[in-house]
């Protein structure tokens, strides 16, 4: 796929998860009637989370960034679980499936990598160019088992305390209160793992992987090209699975990795080539290999 295509693509998909998003304000007058039949307080809560997650997502439509990648791709799915739980409480009505469907479509738009490399870019100074990357699997699951946990505590908060049962009900609410002060900010980390080229070279700002951020000048690089079986690159990616790039230096360079247990203050390599996998590789490529800088 060329750059055109895949700008139009880009702009097709941006344009969607618009529409998407806008469409999802219909989930409350879709769910309306089953909200009815729930208590007074989960149907009071239950929508006004709705309408709160979806003025979130809508706000980050209108004002794209990093930030705003990461409320919207919280926001929309958990209109989603509350949708879900809807039905399994009340039933799978036409409005609730409509609901869930709209619902779910958005969600799935937003976490497109075409929609999060254009909320990164659009974010970006001067002639940056910013390319997403690619969760590793392993940080990608504690991510959705803690997002999951979080709007389970939350849902189960809201039906406890309209059961009455208040001293539960209140235990768990501060639990999924302390969840939402510490969580966002956790989440935020990965969509903050970009490989930058700017007018001086390629910068591989990644704070999940690396300690700090890995800088390299365009005349120290010779080549970047698509990782091959026999390729010997350090894995800079976070043992991502998929297609990566190798970034191919002329001499030897120091990046350090972020701490771990093992290393809690962090470790240092030496690297003449890494690997680092952005969200489309190939139109990473394109794009690195075809600037004029580069």
């Known amino acids: 796929m060329g750059r055109k295509d895949g700008n139009n693509l880009t702009l097709v998909l941006l344009w969607a998860s618009r529409l998407s998003v806008v469409a999802t304000g219909l989930t409350v007058p879709f769910l309306n009637n089953a909200l009815q039949q729930m208590s007074s307080v989960t149907g009071t809560c239950s929508t006004v989370l709705i309408w709160a997650l979806w003025s979130i997502a809508l706000l980050s439509t209108l004002v794209p960034s990093s930030t705003a990648l990461t409320a919207i791709r919280l926001a929309l799915p958990s209109i989603s679980v509350i949708g879900g739980a809807v039905a399994i409480a009340v039933g799978m009505s036409s409005g609730v499936a409509g609901a869930l469907a709209i619902s779910v479509l958005a969600s799935l738009l937003v976490m497109s990598a075409e929609i999060g490399n254009s909320f990164v870019q659009l974010a970006a100074y001067g002639d940056e160019r ?165």
């Open 130 to 294: 910013r390319f997403l990357l690619r969760c590793p699997p392993a940080m990608l699951v504690v991510q959705v088992l803690s997002w999951l946990v979080w709007v389970a505590l939350t849902i189960v908060a809201i039906n406890l305390l309209a059961s009455d049962a208040l001293i539960l009900g209140a235990i768990v609410a501060i639990v999924a209160l302390l969840l939402t002060i510490a969580l966002p900010r956790r989440f935020h980390r990965f969509s903050r793992r970009w490989l930058v080229s700017v007018p001086s070279g390629l910068v591989i700002h990644d704070h999940v992987v690396l300690a700090e951020t890995a800088m390299f000048m365009h005349n120290a690089v010779i080549n970047i090209g698509i990782e091959t079986a026999q390729s010997d690159a350090a894995d800079l990616s976070g043992k991502c699975a998929g297609v990566g790039l190798v970034i191919t230096l002329k001499d030897f360079d120091t990046v350090v990795f972020a701490a771990t247990p093992k290393t809690p203050g962090g470790s240092a390599i030496h690297v003449k080539s890494m690997r680092v996998c952005p969200n489309r590789p190939g139109r990473a490529l394109i794009d690195l290999t075809s600037a004029p800088s580069a």
